[in-house]
């Protein structure tokens, strides 16, 4: 999920106990990452606040001197991240930032800087930074941009709110192919360690590639472009990623019959955005129903009630409904009891989003979209949309696909090799290599 922390623009005119409210919420949050120097002074911005001015510029000034240090950047070193335990200072280290510190700016006689733990205790120490000072850290600018005094208060005035607030990921999940589970616990480690989940695919999956009776483009070095017949398996794609064990009901205990009426990208997606609300410390609570007898029932688990109404949702997916459509096309829609199957719709729409909804208790809007690969991470900008216009606190992106299952590989893989835009090596090594 991706979470707001504030619900409105921040304009020039707030007051300055607002200002300071948002400054101390955004202390646990890195900035963009980016130096604050400036080889030019800057002018000054007029309207703005004076303090928020000032408190940015203590910021940047503090974790300048910490940097120096701890050879992270001086962007990360600010609010409440322990100076030994986060950033890797020793006591004699912390000692010289706190000297340095009393020796340049003015502070505030009534704390003790010794005795400073965090970034932010040394931030509140700090009164007023140096009229002028100069980087030490060299991780924060180039030596040739260290050169010229800085007046980091007008610099930071024109900070954005973004700059001091920014969106966060608080929870992430990962289901991958390959595996002998799609929701592995070790997903993230296979990736981190570069293990492939690509495999060469079956002789069967091959053939029925070739009974597609594809026609291939083929572009030469030289920009030429001609259509061959594809006859043997060296003329089509032989890799995929294979879907390992996966059952909605029996791993995240959804109903076994709302499961029926989804398809596999919901399915998928739905599992994923289970997951990262666990990631991000939303639980589950579960939703009671009373007998009569006086006996009480767990009906369903949900969000707790405080966030529903200002959670979002957006379902991003290739090729939702897609699956269960062809597989239906196979057996005319027999529900497997010879009858129309009466879960069609919900089964071949793209409805992953109010699934979701639906399961989760979430109320806040929902939406779905397609852009092809690009999918998922254009749900970030919607999701960042909603978050400025105060439609949502935070928002949950599912998303899912399996293009090489059963139903799927043959149409998808079989578009793919008549585009020319899919490999026909069997060997994933060398395929891999450009």
């Known amino acids: 999920p991706i979470e707001a922390r504030i619900a409105a623009p921040l304009k020039a005119t707030a007051s300055t106990s607002e200002l300071e409210s948002l400054r101390v919420r955004a202390r646990p949050l890195p900035g963009t990452g980016a130096s604050l120097s400036s080889a030019t002074p800057v002018p000054q911005a007029e309207g703005a606040d004076s303090d928020y ?21 001086a962007a990360f070193c600010h609010g409440n991240v322990s100076l030994v335990d986060g950033l890797g200072l020793s006591a004699h280290e912390v000692q010289s930032v706190v000297a340095a510190i009393a020796a340049e700016a003015r502070v505030d006689p ?29 991780v924060s600018a180039p030596s040739s941009l260290k050169t010229a005094p800085i007046r980091t208060a007008s610099a930071l005035q024109t900070a954005s709110r973004r700059d001091v ?16 589970r799609v929701f592995d616990e070790d997903a993230f ?8 989940c690509i495999s060469e695919v079956s002789d069967e999956y091959k053939q029925r590639l070739l009974d597609k009776n594809i026609v291939r483009l083929i572009k030469g070095r030289d920009g030429s472009v001609n259509m061959d017949q594809a006859k043997v398996f060296g003329d089509i794609p032989q890799l995929a990623g294979l879907k390992g064990a996966f059952d909605l009901a029996e791993e995240f205990g959804i109903d076994p019959k709302a499961v029926l009426a989804w398809d596999i990208s919901t399915q998928l997606a739905v599992a994923a955005g289970l997951l990262a609300l666990r990631d991000a410390g939303i639980p589950l609570t579960p939703v009671e129903q009373v007998g009569k007898g006086g006996l009480r029932l767990i009906r369903n688990w949900q969000v707790p009630q405080v966030q529903r109404e200002r959670t979002g949702i957006v379902f991003s997916s290739c090729f939702p409904g897609l699956q269960m459509g062809l597989k239906h096309a196979k057996t005319d829609g027999d529900d497997g009891e010879g009858r129309f199957d009466r879960r069609y719709l919900f089964q071949t729409l793209s409805m992953g989003h109010s699934q979701f909804a639906q399961y989760t208790g979430i109320r806040g809007p929902n939406t779905t979209l397609n852009l092809a690969c690009a999918s998922a991470t254009a749900a970030f900008g919607v999701a960042e949309d909603w978050l400025d216009t105060d439609r949502v606190d935070r928002v949950v992106i599912i998303s899912g696909d399996d293009v090489t299952g059963d139903d799927l590989w043959e149409w998808i893989a079989g578009g793919f090799a008549a585009s020319g835009a899919a490999a026909t090596n069997n060997v994933v090594e060398e395929t891999a290599l450009p």
């Open 53 to 73: 001015a000032r408190n940015r510029s203590i910021q940047a000034y503090v974790g300048d001197r910490i940097a120096r240090y701890s050879n992270y950047p």
């Open 110 to 138: 009534e704390f003790d800087g010794s005795s400073a733990v965090t970034a932010g205790d040394l931030n509140r120490w700090v009164r007023e930074p140096p009229t002028t000072w100069t980087p030490m850290a060299t």
């Open 165 to 180: 607030d920014p969106y966060v990921v608080t929870g992430v999940s990962l289901g991958l192919p390959g595996m002998e």
């Open 189 to 196: 480690e296979k990736l981190v360690r570069g293990e492939t």
